[in-house]
């Protein structure tokens, strides 16, 4: 809306502030203020409406590999009031209204993505909540919805806006020019482009599901998720904004797509959302994230890293999230090859809680591990 305002004014001298609605500088750090100021103002009647409605944590109590006594070790916990990624995802959409370029594909684009995977974790949430248990859609009922909307998401991208993406390859000491969005750029190498054709759609809902899921997992302590997301989400937002800008993109070698700067509006918005969740959800936590929130910031990210075509280095920027995934997927391997476990407990989390180390320091430190992995990924769009 302050976007469309700017245009609208023209150069009208009596509203020429308005004019600062043409700068995404400008309309992204209005978008966090915003985003912080709805999660700060609307959580205390939110917690409490969730804790009307009997929206609140059940911890699981099953013995699988890497469950093992976590209700006796999080038994504090149970009956906190959940869902908190509705208060989170209600901020995002109204820093948006206010401060979104609705004009840009990649706009919609991104928004479809949080708003799906948004509502995959609602569902589950609510399920949890109805049946009043630590079970809601099943592992195979997520993952057949995630794979449809990262499926639809990558399929919009590839038919509908060809042309969004541009960059330039040097062959035979000539720059050629490709505009399209099916392809894969991996950091470090100058040129290093490979074009996947109808086979982006499967990686890209690899990333979505993957991410998404990465996320998921991390959601495990107070504050954990949420912290490790806004170094991920600031260090995008100026990846985005390079992007969205010819000159800035051609310096550093890394593909220009058309509009990309929106994004970084976006996640300023989901920066500001989750400092305001974190208001509530820092350690001891009045709030708990649960799906709704984890999916829609995984799906999230997974779409800009997606949009801006920068995947791999979500490896390097997301390496907490790797962490935690990557922690799980061997904790099960091996209980299931070996029977035996890797980890005293998994996700890598509960591994460091068994090894007696508390739970607030855990949480700094992962804090910390992420913003030196952001600030790195950063520093790798000179090494080309």
């Not at 869902?83 to 995802?89: D, E, K």
């Not at 170094?231 to 051609?250: K, N, P, Q």
Request: proline share 3%.
């Amino acid at each position: 809306m302050f976007e469309l305002l700017s245009r609208l004014v023209g150069d009208s001298e009596n509203l020429s502030f308005l004019r600062l609605g043409s700068y995404i500088t400008v309309r992204a750090g209005l978008a966090l203020v915003a985003a912080f100021l709805f999660s700060i103002f609307a959580g205390p009647r939110f917690i409490e409406s969730m804790r009307r409605r009997k929206a609140v944590q059940y911890i699981r109590r099953s013995e699988g590999a890497g469950a093992v006594s976590l209700d006796k070790m999080h038994a504090g916990k149970a009956g906190t009031p959940s869902m908190g990624g509705v208060l989170m995802f209600g901020a995002v959409v109204f820093s948006m209204f206010l401060f979104g370029n609705f004009s840009e594909p990649v706009f919609w684009l991104a928004m479809f993505a949080a708003v799906g995977f948004a509502a995959i974790g609602f569902a589950d949430d609510y399920l949890k909540m109805t049946r009043k248990q630590n079970g809601g859609l099943t592992t195979r009922q997520k993952l057949v919805a995630q794979v449809i909307v990262g499926g639809v998401f990558a399929t919009i991208l590839v038919t509908a806006f060809p042309t969004m993406v541009n960059y330039e390859v040097l062959q035979s000491n000539q720059w050629i020019t490709y505009e399209r969005p099916d392809f894969i750029h991996l950091p470090f190498i100058k040129n290093a482009v490979f074009f996947l054709g109808w086979l982006f759609i499967p990686f890209a809902i690899l990333v979505l599901t993957g991410t998404s899921n990465a996320v998921n997992l991390t959601d495990g302590l107070d504050g954990l998720a949420a912290g490790v997301t806004v170094s991920s989400t600031l260090c995008f937002a100026v990846i985005a904004y390079i992007a969205g800008r010819v000159d800035a993109s051609d310096y550093l070698i890394i593909p220009y797509v058309q509009g990309a700067g929106e994004l970084s509006v976006i996640l300023a918005a989901l920066t500001g959302a989750c400092f305001g969740f974190l208001w509530f959800n820092s350690h001891p936590a009045q709030i708990f994230m649960g799906d709704t929130g984890s999916l829609m910031l995984g799906g999230l990210i997974g779409a800009v890293a997606l949009l801006t075509k920068q995947e791999f280095l979500l490896l390097i920027v997301g390496g907490v999230f790797v962490a935690e995934a990557l922690s799980v997927i061997l904790q099960v391997g091996s209980y299931k090859m070996r029977g035996k476990r890797i980890f005293r407990m998994a996700p890598l989390h509960h591994h460091f809680e068994k090894c007696g180390i508390p739970e607030s320091k855990i949480i700094a430190r992962f804090w910390i591990v992420s913003a030196l992995l952001s600030m790195a990924g950063l520093i790798t769009l000179k090494f080309r």
